[in-house]
């Protein structure tokens, strides 16, 4: 049975979303190196009188969000998301029994959020992680889908085996391990990286392409594990 997070949980979920904890190989914690979108101008328009206010956008915030994935997991009959890469394509199965991020991966794959940001960490022999960029489009896509953070869900038994997609946290100060929820990583370590488990909640694994990951996994990186070749996410399809 799918229960709602308290209302202390929801409060937790801080607006920031700029700044976060990326996994490591060991226990130490580093923060990611992502754009921030608290930079971007925000311009109100003050509608005419003579013409009618135009409806607004729906936006995710930290009040709402948990109520939007909860009813929005409901309906959802879809577990895969394929991520085709300018160095191939490969599948995932989310697990149904973590319902906030399995829906918050479709819902932003649906967004077509994940189209063009890049694999913009790879530490060989440990993990990719993905959906960030250095470009302002995707920092403007993040401010219309909305600024939020996910509740963690670590204790459905899940572990971070190889081939695991898992979600890092939001910030480093952040002792109740919220999730952020624009990035995702996934373990290439065999057979797994289990020191991560209970600090990062895994929601998938690959099922289909893991030569695609070990591929990405083996490019040249330089400063902050970025890949001195970019390797873009070209599109992402619910299957």
């Keep these: 049975m799918l229960l709602r997070p308290s209302a202390f949980t929801t409060l937790l979920l801080i607006f920031s979303i700029s700044c976060g904890e990326s996994p490591k190989k060991n226990t130490d914690k580093v923060e990611e190196k992502i754009v921030k979108t608290d930079t971007l101008p925000k311009t109100e328009i ?18 709402n969000a948990i109520d939007f994935f909860f009813n929005y997991q409901k309906e959802l009959k879809k577990n895969k998301v394929r991520l085709t890469t300018n160095m191939g394509s490969f ?14 991966f479709i ?24 959906g960030n960029s250095d470009d302002r489009r995707t920092a403007k896509k993040r401010a219309d889908i909305g600024r939020y953070l996910l509740p963690p869900d670590t204790k459905k038994g899940h572990k971070h085996h190889r081939g695991t997609i898992s979600m890092p946290s939001s910030e480093t100060d952040n002792p109740h391990k919220l999730a952020s929820p624009y990035e ?56």
């Design 91 to 104: 599948t995932l199965e989310l697990y149904d029994d973590v319902p906030y991020h399995k829906a918050n």
């Design 184 to 239: 995702f990583f996934i373990v290439v370590t065999n057979p797994g990286s289990y020191h991560l488990d209970g600090s990062y909640t895994p929601f998938g694994r690959v099922i289909e392409g893991m030569d695609v990951v070990d591929a990405i996994n083996k490019v040249s990186v330089g400063d902050g594990d970025w890949p001195w070749k970019s390797v873009y996410i070209l599109k992402a399809e619910v299957l």
């Design 107 to 130: 819902y932003l794959a649906r967004k077509n959020y994940f189209d063009s940001t890049q694999f913009h960490r790879v530490v060989k022999d440990f993990i990719i992680q993905g």
């Design 46 to 63: 003050d509608p005419s009188p003579e013409e009618p206010e135009e409806e607004q956008a729906f936006v995710l915030t930290e009040e």
